[in-house]
């Protein structure tokens, strides 16, 4: 017998309970997890906290070996299309503390953990209109609303789109459409989405749980080191762009923050933000 022991790992109903205040959690019997982003129940508003509970959340499902495919969506009619009142309080205390602490590390750690720490195939939902969809598009399938749509809010609000979107936008957009959805704001409805390439299905909102479920059913008919491996082969493209550009795209997004000693988010700057995707226009000069 070997002189010491496994370290236990996570146990699902510790960390469900755990992380219920941003996620809830289900799991059935042959470990496909359920993930359902929410703030208060409804659609999630974002926060230097719930911003944190990402990446801790990723690591923490790719450390359950009973877990077999990630679903992950929002709650509610939106993705995120609004912020926590005084969801950044702690970046208008101390700035140089959050350009690193709530920006640079957890953000870094929120998108390498997607790719990097979760061993399983994961199935990605935009369940309705908002921003920081990387978090879906960067999953290796991805489905949405029929009312989805796809925008990033940084440069609008003065501020550089380095956290990761940047990465995501030029992985599927290509180089050219990319920079023209980060300078300009562009909306990208669900049938351009599908088109340009960044989601796999356009789905009925009311069956959006039910098709993921059916696609992670057609991925659990092989077997477990075989679905596993293969995550590996379909993520190398996004390895390799997150060792490329992730680090320095943050860094820079930062040092714009810091140089101007201006703290541009709030709720005020992303609901302005959000008004011309809610009207339908295209991009937020029309």
């Known amino acids: 017998m070997s002189l010491t022991n496994f370290i236990p790992t996570p146990d699902f109903d510790e960390y469900r309970e755990r992380f219920k205040e941003h996620y809830k959690l289900e799991r059935r019997e042959d470990g496909v997890i359920l993930v359902q982003a929410h703030t208060c129940?409804?659609?999630?508003?974002?926060?230097?906290?719930?911003?944190?509970?990402?990446?801790?959340?990723?690591?923490?499902?790719?450390?359950?070996?009973?877990?077999?495919?990630?679903?992950?969506?929002?709650?509610?009619?939106?993705?995120?299309?609004?912020?926590?009142?005084?969801?950044?309080?702690?970046?208008?205390?101390?700035?140089?503390?959050?350009?690193?602490?709530?920006?640079?590390?957890?953000?870094?750690?929120?998108?390498?953990?997607?790719?990097?720490?979760?061993?399983?195939?994961?199935?990605?939902?935009?369940?309705?209109?908002?921003?920081?969809?990387?978090?879906?598009?960067?999953?290796?399938?991805?489905?949405?609303?029929?009312?989805?749509?796809?925008?990033?809010?940084?440069?609008?609000?003065?501020?550089?789109?380095?956290?990761?979107?940047?990465?995501?936008?030029q992985e599927l957009l290509g180089v050219k459409r990319a920079a023209y959805a980060l300078l300009t704001g562009e909306a990208i409805d669900a049938e351009t989405a599908l088109r340009y390439g960044m989601v796999n299905e356009v789905v009925p909102k009311n069956r959006l749980v039910e098709r993921a479920y059916q696609l992670a059913d057609h991925i659990m008919t092989q077997p477990r080191t075989t679905r596993r491996l293969t995550t590996q082969i379909i993520r190398r493209p996004w390895r390799q762009r997150i060792t490329n550009d992730l680090d320095g795209g943050f860094g820079i997004q930062m040092f714009g923050h810091l140089a101007k000693k201006k703290a541009v988010h709030g709720r005020g700057h992303i609901n302005s933000t959000g008004d011309y995707v809610r009207k339908g226009r295209k991009n937020n000069f029309d």
């Not at 690591?59 to 077999?68: Q, S």
């Not at 796809?150 to 990465?167: F, K, Q, R, T």
Request: proline residues 5%; glycine residues 10%.
């Open 41 to 169: 129940g409804g659609p999630i508003q974002l926060s230097v906290e719930n911003h944190r509970s990402v990446g801790q959340l990723f690591k923490t499902i790719g450390a359950d070996p009973k877990n077999e495919v990630m679903i992950f969506m929002g709650s509610g009619d939106d993705f995120m299309m609004d912020a926590d009142p005084q969801g950044f309080a702690l970046e208008q205390e101390d700035l140089a503390h959050w350009a690193y602490e709530y920006a640079y590390k957890d953000g870094r750690i929120n998108v390498s953990s997607l790719i990097n720490d979760l061993e399983i195939p994961t199935i990605g939902v935009l369940n309705g209109p908002g921003f920081h969809s990387e978090m879906v598009l960067m999953c290796d399938l991805t489905i949405c609303s029929e009312d989805a749509v796809i925008y990033d809010l940084h440069y609008d609000i003065g501020s550089v789109p380095g956290d990761g979107i940047h990465s995501c936008f």
